[in-house]
Nanobody, 126 residues
Framework: QVQLVESGGGSVQAGGSLRLSCAVSGSTFETLYAGWIRQAPGEESEGFAAISAGGRRTYCHDSVKGRFTISLDNNKKILYLQMNSLKPDDTAMYYC???????????????????WGQGTQVTVSS
């Protein structure tokens, strides 16, 4: 059974940086497609960054392009999200999610993912 555990959230001021981590057990990101999804209070969930199995391709929504970077560690056991130039609008609960690479995958669609972490809160103050 695939399990995902996020860490690294917190509170920062606008313009600051955070790095989120997502550790996987029961599989590796060599065979899992993965993404980061966030949800602000009262808002729908938003898929904004994704990475193909093995890390060969990355995808970012325009809202975070140039500020956020998704990556994997060398062992393909940890998914990272480096967040720079944070804005108050980035405040949300952040989730990592994954799916086995056995079918169609729509990288920035939350419904594409089977496995989800518990989430980590990111709060950006102005």
């Amino acid at each position: 059974q695939v399990q995902l555990v996020e860490s690294g959230g917190g509170s920062v001021q606008a313009g600051g940086s955070l790095r989120l981590s997502c550790a996987v057990s029961g599989s590796t990101f060599e065979t899992l497609y993965a993404g980061w999804i966030r949800q602000a209070p009262g808002e729908e969930s938003e898929g904004f960054a994704a990475i193909s199995a093995g890390g060969r391709r990355t995808y970012c929504h325009d809202s975070v392009k140039g500020r956020f970077t998704i990556s994997l560690d060398n062992n393909k056991k940890i998914l990272y999200l480096q967040m720079n130039s944070l804005k108050p609008d980035d405040t949300a609960m952040y989730y990592c999610a994954a799916k086995v690479g056995d079918g169609r995958w729509y990288p920035l669609y939350p419904s594409s993912y089977t496995y989800w972490g518990q989430g980590t809160q990111v709060t950006v103050s102005s």
